[in-house]
């Protein structure tokens, strides 16, 4: 690190999958992380693996959806870890099906944890990013933002997050805070695992067949993605903002 002030980072979504990938990751990069998830005891796993390597975390239950929640989340963060100069959110459910079967719940559920998520945790964290003058925001946007068959809700999000994370890029650029995104494309996750189910397919038939599609002949892994935000959020990254990239195995069509 370039200062002797140890970064505190929050991570949403980060019970499992690669948001606590990511968590892991950052601890590795000397950060202390906040875990935060909907279910706080499900953050536990995450703690314990920072903490038994050295780290500093702490597990947070937040609803992200919720203002009041984000509000008394952050405030915790900054009271027990320190001030949060490092954001990534990640927190990210599914509710696909074909847009005449969609419900109202189904649009508004995916709407509500991706977009107003991100925008909750990002309004809370950036007076803490602009009065260090240091920040990083990450989104976890995805391929599915080109437009995926029975994600109309989730691809629609994805999208959003990505002109959210320019806009923020340009608003908070000032202040020594960068803003980008990384968009997976098949991750081996329970998210995925969750598709697979809802098409009839096993898992490990499910991750083959997409193998095939994907230039590097396999899929991806949450550290993977793991890697790419520890990039961003990166001091040497400081000329990087309001960025999408592409984390997927080769080029999307």
Same mark, same amino acid.
């Given at each position: 690190?370039?200062?002797?002030?140890?970064?505190?980072? /929050?991570?949403?979504?980060a019970?499992r999958?690669?948001g606590?990938?990511?968590a892991?990751?950052?601890a590795?990069?000397?950060?202390?992380?906040?875990?935060?998830?909907l279910?706080? =005891?499900?953050?536990a796993? $995450?703690?314990?693996? /920072?903490?038994?390597?050295?780290?500093r975390?702490?597990a947070?239950?937040?609803d992200? @959806?919720d203002?009041?929640q984000?509000?008394?989340?952050?405030?915790?963060?900054?009271?027990?870890?320190?001030?949060? *100069?490092?954001?990534v959110?990640?927190?990210?459910?599914?509710?696909?099906?074909?847009?005449?079967?969609?419900?109202?719940?189904?649009?508004?559920?995916?709407m509500?944890? %991706?977009?107003?998520g991100?925008f909750?945790? *990002?309004?809370? $964290?950036?007076? %803490?990013?602009?009065?260090? #003058?240091? #920040?990083?925001?990450?989104?976890? *946007? @995805? @391929?599915?933002?080109?437009?995926?068959?029975g994600?109309?809700?989730? &691809?629609a999000?994805?999208?959003?997050?990505q002109?959210? $994370?320019?806009?923020?890029?340009?608003?908070? =650029?000032?202040?020594?805070?960068t803003?980008n995104?990384?968009a997976?494309?098949?991750?081996?996750?329970?998210?995925t695992?969750? $598709?697979?189910a809802?098409?009839?397919?096993?898992?490990?038939?499910?991750?083959?067949? &997409?193998?095939?599609?994907?230039?590097?002949q396999r899929?991806?892994r949450?550290e993977? /993605?793991?890697d790419?935000?520890?990039?961003?959020?990166n001091?040497?990254?400081?000329?990087? @903002? =309001?960025q999408?990239l592409?984390?997927a195995?080769g080029?999307?069509?």
């Amino acid at each position: 690190m370039s200062t002797t002030e140890q970064r505190v980072a /929050i991570v949403t979504g980060a019970a499992r999958g690669i948001g606590a990938a990511t968590a892991v990751r950052l601890a590795e990069e000397g950060r202390a992380v906040a875990v935060l998830d909907l279910d706080e =005891g499900a953050c536990a796993e $995450t703690v314990e693996q /920072i903490i038994a390597a050295g780290g500093r975390a702490l597990a947070v239950g937040c609803d992200v @959806s919720d203002g009041e929640q984000v509000e008394a989340g952050v405030a915790r963060v900054a009271a027990e870890l320190g001030a949060p *100069s490092i954001l990534v959110n990640n927190a990210g459910v599914l509710r696909d099906n074909l847009l005449f079967k969609m419900s109202e719940s189904d649009w508004d559920t995916v709407m509500n944890v %991706h977009l107003r998520g991100a925008f909750l945790m *990002s309004r809370a $964290t950036q007076a %803490h990013m602009v009065d260090a #003058g240091f #920040g990083r925001i990450v989104n976890l *946007s @995805s @391929s599915s933002a080109l437009g995926n068959r029975g994600q109309a809700n989730y &691809a629609a999000a994805k999208a959003g997050l990505q002109g959210f $994370t320019k806009t923020l890029a340009k608003e908070l =650029g000032k202040f020594g805070i960068t803003a980008n995104a990384v968009a997976p494309g098949f991750i081996a996750t329970d998210m995925t695992a969750a $598709t697979a189910a809802r098409v009839g397919m096993g898992f490990e038939d499910f991750q083959a067949a &997409a193998a095939t599609q994907i230039p590097v002949q396999r899929v991806g892994r949450p550290e993977d /993605i793991a890697d790419a935000v520890a990039y961003f959020t990166n001091e040497r990254a400081g000329f990087v @903002s =309001g960025q999408v990239l592409y984390v997927a195995g080769g080029p999307l069509d």
